[in-house]
């Protein structure tokens, strides 16, 4: 991963979000967009409000270099070069837009705690960006995560497709300190028999050891403490958010296919689920849109069994 955009709007979670990507070490030099996105209003000429919208942005604009400023700061000291961006437009739109031009690798945004009616309701930016992006994409939220003296609490929902291959590597690529937590989390439905027993001589149930045996020696490069869950639930999703909400999670990482056309549209798949229902931050992850299966599956060399 090389190219970030952070975007920010003087918001105390997008600070939030901001603090996150400080935390993350990594093993490669980054390449870090701070975004700050100034909406003008759609006004005539003759409007006598003009002068007042014009000093409104303009006034805008300073606020977002100011802020731009005490984000920096929060890089100092890392192997990051930080630059800014100021755009106008529609937030939601325009993060991914950019995130495009830039060829962004991951768009870093925060999002507000979300009630049980809230988590009903579409529209928000969060979910705008991370159904539209075209890359990986990191949904901050603040429950949970207080003490960034602690470790992070990870889980990665993994399976066999190629989105969980490139969760594993996204998550292999961060220098994670020694005292992150990882869980490696697969979920099945109706994994048992007759009588109510796991048949663990069952085809199945191997493939789903094996896979999670090969992730758990892939993560121990980065966390000496990963352990590995195969969990039976009738919803996928379902069955991520709430092992999240046992194990006092800091982030759920899960696989995704890059969307196009009208599929960005469609609802139901386990990461939009995740997103909406999570009290936790979520890191959606997409291969790169040049990137092929064959490439990606070039990268999973599974233990054999």
């Not at 000429?45 to 805008?60: I, M, N, S, T, V």
């Not at 399976?159 to 996204?170: F, H, M, N, Q, V």
Request: glycine residues 4%.
């Amino acid at each position: 991963m090389r190219k970030v955009l952070l975007a920010v709007d003087g918001s105390d979670i997008s600070d939030e979000a901001a603090r996150w990507v400080s935390t993350l070490p990594h093993r490669n030099h980054w390449d870090l967009t701070i975004l700050s996105v100034v909406q003008h209003p759609m006004v005539h000429d003759d409007d006598p409000l003009l002068d007042a919208y014009e000093k409104a942005c303009a006034q805008d604009r300073q606020d977002a270099v100011d802020h731009y400023g005490k984000i920096a700061a929060m890089f100092d000291d890392q192997s990051v070069s930080v630059s800014h961006r100021i755009e106008s437009g529609s937030p939601d739109e325009t993060i991914v837009e950019t995130a495009k031009a830039i060829a962004a690798d991951l768009i870093v945004v925060g999002a507000k705690g979300r009630s049980q009616i809230s988590r009903m309701l579409l529209g928000s930016v969060s979910d705008h960006v991370a159904t539209h992006a075209h890359c990986s994409v990191l949904v901050v939220r603040a429950a949970g995560r207080h003490e960034y003296q602690n470790g992070f609490r990870v889980c990665l929902a993994f399976g066999i497709d190629a989105p969980a291959k490139t969760a594993l590597r996204e998550m292999t690529e961060i220098a994670w300190r020694s005292d992150t937590v990882f869980h490696v989390l697969s979920i099945a439905s109706y994994l048992h028999d007759f009588f109510g027993v796991l048949p663990e001589d069952s085809q199945i149930v191997r493939q789903y050891r094996e896979n999670l045996s090969h992730a758990h020696d892939q993560l121990l490069a980065v966390s000496s403490e990963t352990k590995t869950h195969l969990v039976e639930n009738e919803h996928v999703g379902e069955g991520i958010v709430t092992f999240a909400e046992r194990n006092a999670i800091d982030m759920l990482v899960v696989g995704e296919k890059p969307r196009s056309g009208m599929s960005r549209f469609l609802l139901g798949s386990t990461s939009r689920y995740v997103l909406r229902h999570a009290n936790c931050s979520v890191w959606i992850a997409r291969k790169p849109l040049t990137q092929t299966e064959e490439e990606v599956s070039a990268e999973w060399q599974p233990a054999s069994p």
